[in-house]
């Protein structure tokens, strides 16, 4: 088995002539939290649409856990272990928290589509639900209705939900977006905590979380990449600070692409 649980290979996504993603190489190692990062406009939620299968390559291969998948229809990539959160947070506001992980549950029992079913069918799965909610610290509001959540937790949740489908790649669709100092810092040190075993590739506008807790970082401009190492090295690196800054000297530290 390869030390990289995910890879492409020259991976590419024109639109009309555009070229949105040009020759991608990337490799993700298993364990590890590798963020994706770069300026508006530089290719990071489309290299996740590919992945995922929302969009088909241009050309190119994407490998997962040895085995090509570029072809793959996106359920077909959910059942294969990666998952996916999005940019804006996915739940149902309406349900409570312990019904929205025994949502994501569901999937293992083969239940998802007997909406016939009454809803104590589902009782069973409580327990697993309840420790993925002690899990990301939101165990206490179990049987509160999602909708009176703050964002912050709300995103907590996301994970939660996500965390319920076994995932063995999850992919985060900048996870800190809208959130103010402290949330950040709690659904931060969450993404480390949930990544323990777990291979995590996040795309994050946050410099200060991406140095914190990414073990690997690429650097993406113009849909290609433009650096790739730990956060000192691409922190340091001159064509790096002119794709974000317009400048060649200083470093990262703090900035928000």
């Known amino acids: 088995m390869s030390e990289y649980i995910l890879e492409t290979k020259n991976l590419v996504k024109e639109f009309r002539g555009f070229v949105a993603v040009s020759d991608i190489n990337l490799q993700v190692k298993r364990g590890h939290i590798h963020a994706l990062i770069g300026p508006n406009g530089a290719g990071k939620t489309t290299c996740f649409n590919l992945l995922t299968k929302f969009l088909t390559p241009t050309s190119g291969k994407i490998i997962f856990s040895d085995v090509e998948i570029t072809h793959e229809h996106p359920a077909q990539i959910a059942r294969r272990g990666i998952i996916r959160s999005f940019q804006i947070s996915a739940v149902f506001p309406q349900l409570t928290l312990l019904e929205n992980v025994r949502i994501g549950l569901q999937r293992a029992t083969g239940l998802s ?4 079913r009454s809803d104590r069918a589902l009782d069973r799965l409580n327990d697993q639900a309840m420790a993925l909610l002690e899990q990301v ?9 999602t909708v009176n959540l703050p964002y912050g937790r709300k995103r907590a949740l996301e994970i939660a939900t996500t965390l319920a489908m076994e995932p063995e790649l999850m992919l985060l669709d900048e996870p800190t977006q809208g959130m103010g100092h402290e949330d950040v810092d709690r659904v931060t040190q969450l ?17 200060n979380v991406v140095a914190s807790i990414a073990d690997k970082i690429t650097v993406l401009a113009r849909g290609a990449v433009l650096a790739e190492g730990s956060y000192q090295e691409v922190s340091h690196d001159a064509a790096v600070m002119q794709a974000y800054m317009g400048t060649t000297t200083g470093e990262l530290e703090g900035a928000h692409a």
């Open 191 to 207: 993404i480390k905590k949930v990544s323990a075993g777990r291979t995590i590739l996040m795309v994050e506008h946050n410099m």
């Open 113 to 116: 589509f007997h909406f016939w």
């Open 137 to 145: 610290d939101l165990a206490k509001y179990a049987g509160e209705h």
